[in-house]
């Protein structure tokens, strides 16, 4: 009995510790049924600001997350599809990946069940009126809702490209509260937000990793659109994930004449060569040294970075933007409105 007692009370020990460290965590079981080996992590807003990746291993994963308040995630596939996912403090949540178009599950949480409801309601409809309508009726039964910044992110942004007064709308029915959410903030900034229409990128050069004096004006081609994350090896590690998303804007929006890139702000070019020493991205890097003097970044009128800018292939500003979230949302506006090309011209490594 005295050797049992320790035994015991390690045990004990062992179960506080663990009880512990989850205490306020969101933790996430999944099941894939394609084959997906990896899932990218993105945030709807500012409260998940890092993209993660979840690592599937024989058709399973468990993914854990401590959200200070409900955090709206988003979880993208390799194919393009993609769910979002609600993360509460102490909520254990499940979720079903289905092959091909079958549909997702997701349950635990007052949020992702009451938008898994909204999710099988609303498979079926087509146009904007339908979705407005859904959406206002959702907002009815629950205007102090964290699920409903996403239904107007992903049924009207991103899916219908729907007008500032539709919008509106359905944004004036919410509580006070869910108005100043950091999604609804931002969408309503962007109604606001004017590009200066005349802001070209000429005279601007950026260097290679080679050392080569690059004119900014040529990177991706007259025909494409190019998509630049402005970063900096001293910035917050999360950066580097950042720059990986490039590379899921490359695949999503293959054919669309459309390139991505990268340039560091670094002012010690050696700094920078060693933070992509051990790249295997696919497109080709480049730095400024003249840090924030740089021209992009004078020219963007950019407060902060990490940051996305979007240009034409005449180098002319047309977005600009720090979310992850909102310059996906850009693209499938701008990208959309491009024919798919045959041959698509890619900025890679030779």
């Known amino acids: 009995m005295k050797r049992l007692f320790p035994a015991i009370t390690t045990l004990i020990l062992l179960l506080f510790a663990s009880c512990n460290r989850n205490k306020g965590m969101f933790i996430l079981h999944g099941t894939v049924e394609d084959g997906t080996d990896s899932i990218l992590v993105v945030g709807l807003d500012n409260r998940f600001q890092k993209a ?31 769910h979002p996912v609600f993360a509460e403090k102490n909520v254990e949540s499940f979720m079903t990946i289905p092959a091909d178009t079958a549909l997702f599950s997701v349950s635990g949480g007052p ?14 409809d087509s146009t904007l009126q339908q979705s407005a309508a859904r959406i206002d009726s959702f907002i009815t039964r629950d205007p ?60 601007v050069f950026v260097r ?26 001293w910035m917050d590690q999360s950066v580097m994930q950042l720059r990986d998303t490039l590379g899921y804007f490359l695949d999503k929006y293959n054919g669309r004449y459309f390139t991505v890139t990268d340039v560091s702000i670094d ?35 950019l407060q902060s970075a990490p940051a996305f800018l979007l240009f034409t292939g005449t180098k002319r500003l ?11 949302d ?21």
Not at 267 to 275: F, H, I, M, R
Not at 331 to 349: F, N
């Open 52 to 82: 993660d990746t979840i690592i599937c291993r024989n058709g399973q994963f468990t993914w854990k997350f401590r959200p200070d308040t409900v955090t709206t995630l988003i979880l993208f596939l390799p194919d393009g599809r993609h």
């Open 111 to 124: 949020c992702n069940d009451a938008y898994h409801s909204f999710y099988l309601a609303s498979i079926n």
């Open 144 to 203: 102090f809702s964290e699920v409903t910044p996403y239904l107007i992110y992903d049924c009207m942004v991103l899916k219908h490209h729907a007008k500032e007064k539709s919008i509106t709308s359905l944004i004036t029915r919410m509580s006070g509260n869910m108005q100043d959410a950091p999604y609804i903030v931002s969408l309503k900034n962007e109604f606001n937000r004017e590009i200066p229409g005349n802001v070209y990128m000429d005279n």
């Open 208 to 233: 290679d990793s080679t050392g080569h004096k690059n004119e900014f004006l040529h990177i991706g081609g007259a025909s494409n659109h190019l998509l630049v994350l402005i970063w900096a090896s």
């Open 267 to 301: 002012v010690n070019a050696d700094l920078w060569k060693k933070a992509i020493s051990a790249d295997t991205v696919r497109w080709i890097s480049y730095n400024d040294p003249n840090g924030w003097e740089s021209k992009l970044v004078r020219s963007s009128n």
């Open 318 to 328: 047309v977005y600009k933007t720090t979310s992850i979230q909102e310059i996906d």
């Open 330 to 350: 850009e693209l499938e506006r701008t990208l959309s409105k491009v024919r798919i090309k045959d041959d698509a011209r890619r900025l890679t490594k030779k």
